[in-house]
T-cell receptor
């Protein structure tokens, strides 16, 4: 069974902290994505990566960065967490263009 | 500006009834339209998808209807069951691109 695993289910951080959200996939996906999910706004793309060490900005990259040093791991970094980054964060993988997205179960981040 | 508009935001249907969720888009370059289903505590999972060369696709109780001229597509769930209670997202993407645009989601509650 295919799997995208997000290391934390819940996280609580303080304003100004540097936050790392980790995502690992075992499907040999070329492409990996970070979305945030907010009520009434659906899923919004933060960053995506189509290869190791490659990254592209999505629709809402401000305040975030990413790292992809290995094919199976894609990390989302909040350089200085703010309360408006309190959200559900979803990692996804896809094998190629227009292939279905396989999502992890999400990390619910609360910034206080 | 949301590329894909989804309605309704929430839907209550009696068991055995038909659930209908609608989506509309503006970008005529979109050529892949998936629907994702999300249960509480889980990431979204692909339910069914359609390309614009067909007007309808059916998989079991789930049907996508696609109207290219109106730039609209909808999900129909026949004989709705309590186990269908979930949040549903429509999405759209363009051939050759890895970027999916999601609707805002519909929370479906099927009452026994």
């Amino acid at each position: 069974d295919v799997k995208v695993t997000q290391s934390s289910r819940y996280l609580v951080k303080r304003t100004g902290e540097k936050v790392f959200l980790e995502c690992v996939q075992d499907m040999d996906h070329e492409n990996m994505f970070w979305y945030r999910q907010d009520p009434g706004l659906g899923l919004r793309l933060i960053y995506f990566s189509y290869d190791v060490k490659m990254k592209e900005k999505g629709d809402i990259p401000e305040g975030y960065s990413v790292s992809r040093e290995k094919k199976e791991r894609f990390s989302l970094i909040l350089e200085s967490a703010s309360t408006n980054q309190t959200s559900m964060y979803l990692c996804a993988g896809a094998s190629s263009y227009n292939s279905p997205l396989h999502f992890g179960n999400g990390t619910r981040l609360t910034v206080t | 500006q949301q590329q894909v508009k989804q309605s309704p935001q929430s839907l209550i249907v009696q068991k055995g009834g038909i659930s209908i969720i609608n989506c509309a888009y503006e970008n005529t370059a979109f050529d892949y339209f998936p629907w994702y289903q999300q249960f509480p505590g889980k990431g979204p999972a692909l339910l069914i998808a359609i390309r614009p060369d067909v007007s309808e696709k059916k998989e079991g109780r789930f049907t996508i209807s696609f109207n290219k001229s109106a730039k609209q597509f909808s999900l129909h769930i026949m004989d709705s069951q309590p186990g269908d209670s979930a949040t549903y997202f429509c999405a759209a993407s363009m051939l050759g691109f890895n970027k999916f645009y999601f609707g805002s989601g519909t929370k479906l509650n099927v009452k026994p």
